[in-house]
């Protein structure tokens, strides 16, 4: 996985902290920031669709962190009031079936207009993810360029939020080493229950699961997140039976 060029940077004119000194002032604010900020993801959001962590084969995290994936960097941009505004790179060659699409994403407040952090993302047919012969080369421009916005969007949410004090950036090379077990049929009997019982049709499911996990189908769920899938429509269900 190519990460070149892919540090974001911060703008100048960002009205971040920008003294070269401490004060108990600024010690305060980001003590509570921090402390708001793990209320937020403890309420909020939900391990296995909005952040996790890759597992080795003996069962224990490559990461201290967990991941920040797409759909934990979306509600984060809701909470923080920004905008991402995307600026695409891109060399395609269809001939060869050499594609490579670099990204950067400024994150926009929706408050004062200002720029408030930048990320970079980078995607391109050399990946070892995409050089299988699974991959459609018909849908791979389109995947590259999804990717490489996403790897954008979530470097510059990490920056902008002092989200790195609490997840990482996505490991897709590792990913590729430590590959997890797809859903069981048991799971996706009780997923297909589950959605039976809320009232959804198979239509706004796939549509909700598109948006969360970025699947296309419950079968391209790994064990781990059909299981907080399960718990996620567990929990929803079990809401609805009480109001």
Not at 173 to 198: C, F, G, M, W
């Amino acid at each position: 996985m190519d990460r070149t060029g892919e540090k974001a940077i911060m703008p100048k004119g960002s009205n971040l902290i920008q003294q070269n000194y401490i004060t108990k002032e600024g010690l305060d604010i980001v003590n509570k920031h921090i402390s708001l900020f793990k209320q937020f993801i403890q309420s909020q959001m939900v391990e296995g669709i909005d952040y996790g962590y890759i597992v080795n084969k003996e069962g224990k995290p490559i990461s201290e962190k967990p991941i920040l994936f797409k759909s934990g960097a979306e509600k984060l941009a809701m909470l923080f009031s920004f905008s991402p505004v995307y600026e695409i790179d891109k060399f395609e060659d269809w001939d060869k079936g050499i594609f490579r699409y670099e990204v950067k994403c400024s994150l926009i407040s929706r408050k004062t207009g200002e720029i408030i952090a930048e990320g970079h993302g980078i995607a391109h047919s050399k990946e070892k993810k995409y050089r299988s012969e699974k991959v459609d080369p018909f849908d791979l421009p389109n995947t590259l360029l999804k990717m490489a916005k996403k790897r954008a969007f979530v470097d510059a949410i990490l920056l902008a939020t002092g989200g790195s004090f609490f997840f990482t950036q996505d490991l897709e090379d590792n990913v590729e080493t430590y590959q997890e077990d797809s859903i069981t049929d048991a799971q996706i009997k009780k997923i297909s229950v589950l959605v039976k019982e809320l009232g959804w049709s198979e239509e706004e499911f796939k549509q909700w699961l598109k948006k969360v996990a970025q699947v296309e189908s419950r079968r391209e769920l790994k064990k781990s997140q059909a299981s907080r899938v399960i718990e996620y429509l567990q929990n929803k269900l079990n809401q609805k039976k009480q109001s």
